[in-house]
């Protein structure tokens, strides 16, 4: 009974100390599908995307696509990390879109959503898997694991057939007070 506690104890604390990102419905991609699925797309001109939130009110410019970029579009993906652990951040907003040529080109962007519902944007983290391959370029934040305390880590995460990281490659430190370090795009939303 008492290896069952321990079991729990540590289980409760590794959920409550190491955060994932998770999927959030709270925003999204402008109507960016279903342009794609139309037959009548100006090749012409950029496409413009937005992220949204729920009430469908653009919050940001997140990307131009041109004619080559909507041709070789893979997935968008949305996820949020709750309560970061960085002084004035209630949640991280991760956007990422892929492009699928003879590699998978990723490019994924974060936003710092403070608490007063400003959204900072990170530096874009862009990234090419040409083979298969267990890394990741991302970040990592205080509350996840292997985050360090008020720091934001850019790093190159190895990770295993679990899809748990086994090793990490640390590129970059920004200390979160260093506010210099980061690029500053503040916009006002509500949630």
């Keep these: 009974m008492k290896t069952i506690f321990t079991i729990l104890a540590l289980f409760i604390s590794s959920s409550i100390f190491s955060q994932d990102f998770k999927t959030t419905t709270d925003y999204k991609i402008s109507d960016l599908k279903s342009v794609l699925n139309t037959t009548k797309i100006d090749y012409n001109k950029q ?13 940001v410019k997140l990307i131009d696509l041109s004619k080559n970029d909507l041709d070789l579009f893979l997935d968008t ?5 709750e309560n970061p652990n960085l002084k004035n951040v209630k949640a991280i907003l991760k956007v990422k879109f892929e492009f699928l040529a003879c590699c998978i080109e990723t490019e994924t962007q974060y936003f710092a959503i403070t608490n007063e519902n400003l959204l900072t944007k990170l530096p874009i983290l862009n990234f090419t898997q040409c083979e ?6 991302e970040y990592i934040f ?7 305390e008020n720091t934001i880590l850019e790093v190159m995460a190895h990770y295993n057939k679990k899809e748990q990281i086994k090793s990490i490659e640390i590129l970059n430190r920004v200390v979160w007070e260093e506010r210099d370090a980061v690029e500053e795009y503040s916009y006002n939303y509500e949630n």
Aim: negative net charge; aromatic residues 4%; proline residues 6%.
């Design 142 to 148: 205080p509350n996840q694991e292997n985050g360090q």
């Design 77 to 81: 993906s949305i996820e949020i990390l």
């Design 47 to 59: 496409m413009e995307v937005y992220l949204i939130n729920k009430d469908d009110e653009p919050l």
């Design 132 to 137: 298969l391959s267990d890394s990741k370029l």
